[in-house]
């Protein structure tokens, strides 16, 4: 049996390197950006402190011996669901009224930057 | 003398031009690598959802439900045809299909996608691409290598009010979001544009037999290109909507880059938009920082396994493909190797090739004025065979017409125009101007005997000198107003010449 891959924290950019768990201001800079938040430097220090003990508690995972496991992506022993390629029609209207801002028949967004 | 001389220019500017094209150390001045994304069109129904695809011309969010709009609570189901049609794909290709894939979540925050994120594969993250490897041919037997093939949905369509720039917010059509897509990436291994459009339209040709994807949908085959220039950085071309503007988003860039280089400016790594009607490249301006789409595996979708089993079925219905039929087109009708890739470079074009066979048109003569004439028209009008009035009909009467000896083949060029033009029948055209071409040698001979007799003077020099035979060819032709077949008037001058000769000698 091949030893089994753990995915190395080098393929998740976002992560620190192995055993640090700190999230930096830096960091918590750049996750706000690209989750398009806008954030106080009162709320940087706290997502900070709190996001680090987050990862930290997480950390424990890593204890684990996962040697010669197969990695689960999923909950269900499951493979291999499909659909047949036939159409069938939703009313529009419906899904539409749930759409926050509209132009005609648009949906309305912001602009992203 | 002047044979050798031309010779050796012709192969110093070949040396030269492989000079430029590798650089002085033999590293490739260019590189390019393509990032295709195609629609499969063959599919009635979204990757995820049982919403139709055919969204072309249909009113803004029509074809929308609560799976494709990212409402909480919902769950995507694959589209069983979607990954019958990767398997086609990347068995044409050559590619090596991984037994178990998996799909992953791309997490971006852009209105083009309702769920804040597009699902689509990765090869890295626990993620497993759905084929790696293979290669497509591009000609002089040179090969671009495949990295990787995967499957992923296509992105909303986004309007701006005005420019891209000024729009003060954004609109959005979700009826092309979720639509089932196939992504190719290439290695680095073009060299030059033209060698990204032949990539882009064998590749196009190949899915086009495969029956996976319809050519003639607007849109429907998009890509990105990476180029490097030599002392420069990669750049990143992006929102490429055809292979004819590959072609013209690359040379622009190599200009561009060019020019800054040769200026002692730098080229920076940077993305660039390509505006398809200034027909440049603009850089988008993007923020300095790096995006990071935190992919992880999907966990909405269950992982796939592919069986020999269900490839062993894909692979017993595969349709011919571009390379077997170029063999066939060899073997069968004797049509050059150079011509039949030219042929099966479209399948439409193949097609219609076919159909005049079956018209029973002679296949070489037919063949030469397929990728000869037509093509150069078309290219023209810049419209492909389809959008065209020609049918397999004119072609195959405007061939015979030659053959039978009606049209000479200057007569039929122009006769072809207006076929183009017009959609007329050739034979209708020919009848209406009174053309005909002058075939036999017999009514030749009163022609050249005319204009023997107005030109004494030339007659007495072309005993003697080439140039003045020449000369009695050309206003033979034109007296004829260019409806003789230039080999037989050349003949019949010629064989005039020597009965003078050997009568005056006698
Ligand atoms: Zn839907």
Redo the contacts between chains.
């Keep these: 049996m091949p030893k089994e891959r753990k ?1 190395s924290r080098r ?4 992560s620190k390197k192995e055993g640090d768990s700190r999230i930096g201001k830096e960091e918590v800079k ?1 996750l706000a ?4 938040m806008k954030l106080s430097n009162k709320e940087i220090d706290a997502f900070s402190q709190q996001l680090s003990q987050i990862l930290q508690y997480f950390r424990k995972i890593d204890e684990v011996d996962t040697e010669g496991i197969e ?1 689960t ?2 909950v ?1 022993d ?13 009313p ?1 209207e419906e ?2 009224r ?1 759409v926050p801002e509209k ?11 | 003398m002047a044979m050798a001389k031309a010779k050796k220019k012709e192969r110093m500017t070949r040396v030269m031009r492989r000079d430029e094209e590798k650089g002085k150390d033999g590293e490739p001045e260019v590189i390019i690598g393509l990032e295709v994304h195609v629609q499969l069109t063959n599919l009635k129904t979204k990757l995820f959802c049982s919403c139709s695809t055919d969204y072309r011309g249909a009113e803004p969010n029509t074809h929308v439900c609560p799976i494709c709009m990212g409402e909480p609570g919902t769950l995507p189901v694959v589209n069983e045809g979607a990954i019958e049609d990767a398997i086609m794909v990347a068995l044409a290709l050559g590619s090596s299909i991984s037994r178990r894939t998996l799909f992953s979540r791309k997490n971006y925050f852009y209105p083009d996608m309702p769920k804040n994120f597009q699902i689509s594969q990765y090869d890295k993250a626990g993620g497993v691409p759905f084929a790696t490897g293979g290669s497509v041919s591009i000609g002089g037997g040179k090969k671009v290598r495949i990295r990787r093939i995967q499957i992923e949905e296509d992105p909303g369509r986004l309007v701006y009010e005005g420019t891209i720039d000024s729009s003060p917010y954004i609109l959005v059509d979700y009826n092309r979001a979720g639509l089932p897509l196939i992504e190719i990436v290439t290695e680095p291994d073009m060299e030059s544009p033209k060698e990204a459009r032949m990539f882009l339209q064998n590749l196009r040709s190949i899915l086009e037999h495969l029956g996976v994807f319809d050519e003639s949908l607007q849109g429907a085959m998009r890509c990105d290109a990476n180029i490097s220039i030599k002392g420069g950085k990669r750049v990143e071309i992006k929102n490429i909507s055809s292979f004819k503007d590959v072609e013209r988003a690359l040379s622009f860039e190599i200009t561009r880059q060019k020019g800054l280089l040769s200026r002692g400016l730098r080229v920076g790594m940077e993305t660039r938009h390509w505006d398809d009607l200034r027909r440049i490249t603009v850089s988008l301006r993007v923020k300095e920082e790096e995006q990071d789409y935190r992919y992880f595996p999907e966990p909405d979708l269950v992982p796939i396994t592919i069986s020999e089993g269900l490839i062993a079925k894909v692979k017993a219905c595969m349709p011919i493909l571009p390379s077997e039929r170029k063999r066939l087109f060899i073997d069968k009708y004797g049509i050059p190797p150079q011509t039949a890739e030219v042929l099966v470079g479209s399948k439409a074009l193949a097609d219609f090739f076919e159909e005049c066979i079956k018209l029973k048109a002679d296949p070489l003569p037919l063949a030469n004025w397929l990728t000869g004439d037509l093509k150069a028209l078309l290219n023209e009008m810049e419209i492909e065979i389809w959008e065209s009035k020609v049918t397999p009909a004119h072609m195959a009467e405007l061939v015979s017409l030659v053959k039978d000896g009606i049209l000479s083949g200057k007569m039929a060029k122009e006769v072809l125009k207006e076929v183009v033009a017009t959609g007329r029948m050739p034979r209708k055209i020919v009848e209406e101007k009174g053309l005909r071409a002058i075939a036999s040698m017999e009514s030749l001979k009163e022609i050249v005997e005319r204009v023997f007799s107005e030109n004494p003077e030339a007659v007495k020099d072309a005993l003697r000198q080439e140039k003045a035979v020449h000369f009695l060819i050309g206003q033979v032709m034109k007296a004829t107003k260019g409806s003789a077949d230039p080999l037989m008037a050349n003949e019949a001058v010629r064989r005039r010449l020597q009965e003078i000769a050997s009568s005056v000698s006698a």
Excluded at chain 1, 11 to 14: L, Q
Excluded at chain 1, 33 to 36: E, G, P, S
Excluded at chain 1, 103 to 113: E, F, L, N, T
């Design positions: 995915l393929e998740f950019p976002d750049h950006w690209l989750a398009r990695p992506y999923h269900l499951l493979t291999n669901v499909f659909r047949k390629d036939e159409p069938r029609t939703f529009a899904v539409l749930n132009k005609g028949r648009y949906v309305k967004a912001p602009r992203m930057g």
